[in-house]
């Protein structure tokens, strides 16, 4: 099945809101998504872009509040007053439980988007294993192997790979896509992303 690249953390704002519209056009388009959860902060600092904790208050305000009310009405995906509580906690255990999903051969789409939705949502500390595990047994999943397998060697490897990836692309921050290699940063791109799977824009 032809492929489309998702890089992203687990605790994105912006991924939250492209979520559902995002995997709705990938399987419309017959797309099988690979997600590359990474160290956003990482990726961020990489392109040297401020980090978030620096930026002036006017930018803040903006970015992480206005846009993310009108794009939460505009995509009918809710969302929590303010940032989430726990958001600035590690995200290496959710991450690291989306990539020990893969690795064990599970489709993690609705995993995933039930981290975003749930942190944006309803206030979730996704850096809490109970709080993972539940979600995965709300969907069916096995919580157990991927808890024990997300912050194993062999896993975290893997997250290093994905965010040395993302550095290595000049990908800017979550979500960013890639169709046939083309780049597009940020789900208000979501409707030039359906445009390129049914026919890829011109140039490089």
Sequence with gaps: MPEIEYFYSAHSAFAY?????????????????????????????????????????????????????????????????????????????????????????????????????????????????GTLSRLAQELGLNSEPLLNAALSPAVQAKYEANTEEAIRRSVFGSPTYFVDDDMFYGQDRLAQVERALRQPYGGE
């Design 17 to 129: 809101l492209g979520s559902a519209a995002f995997m709705e056009i990938a399987r419309a388009a017959g797309r099988k998504i690979v997600h590359r959860p990474i160290a956003l902060g990482r990726v961020v600092e990489a392109v040297s872009s401020v980090p978030f904790g620096s930026r002036s208050a006017g930018h803040r305000a903006y970015f992480f509040g206005r846009e993310i009310q009108r794009w939460s009405e505009e995509r009918q995906a809710p969302v929590m007053d303010g940032i989430p509580t726990h958001h600035a906690n590690d995200t290496s255990l959710a991450n690291g439980m989306l990539i020990a999903g893969l690795e064990q051969g599970l489709d993690i789409d609705q995993l995933a988007h039930a981290m975003l939705e749930t942190h944006w949502r309803d206030d979730a500390d996704l850096a809490d294993a």
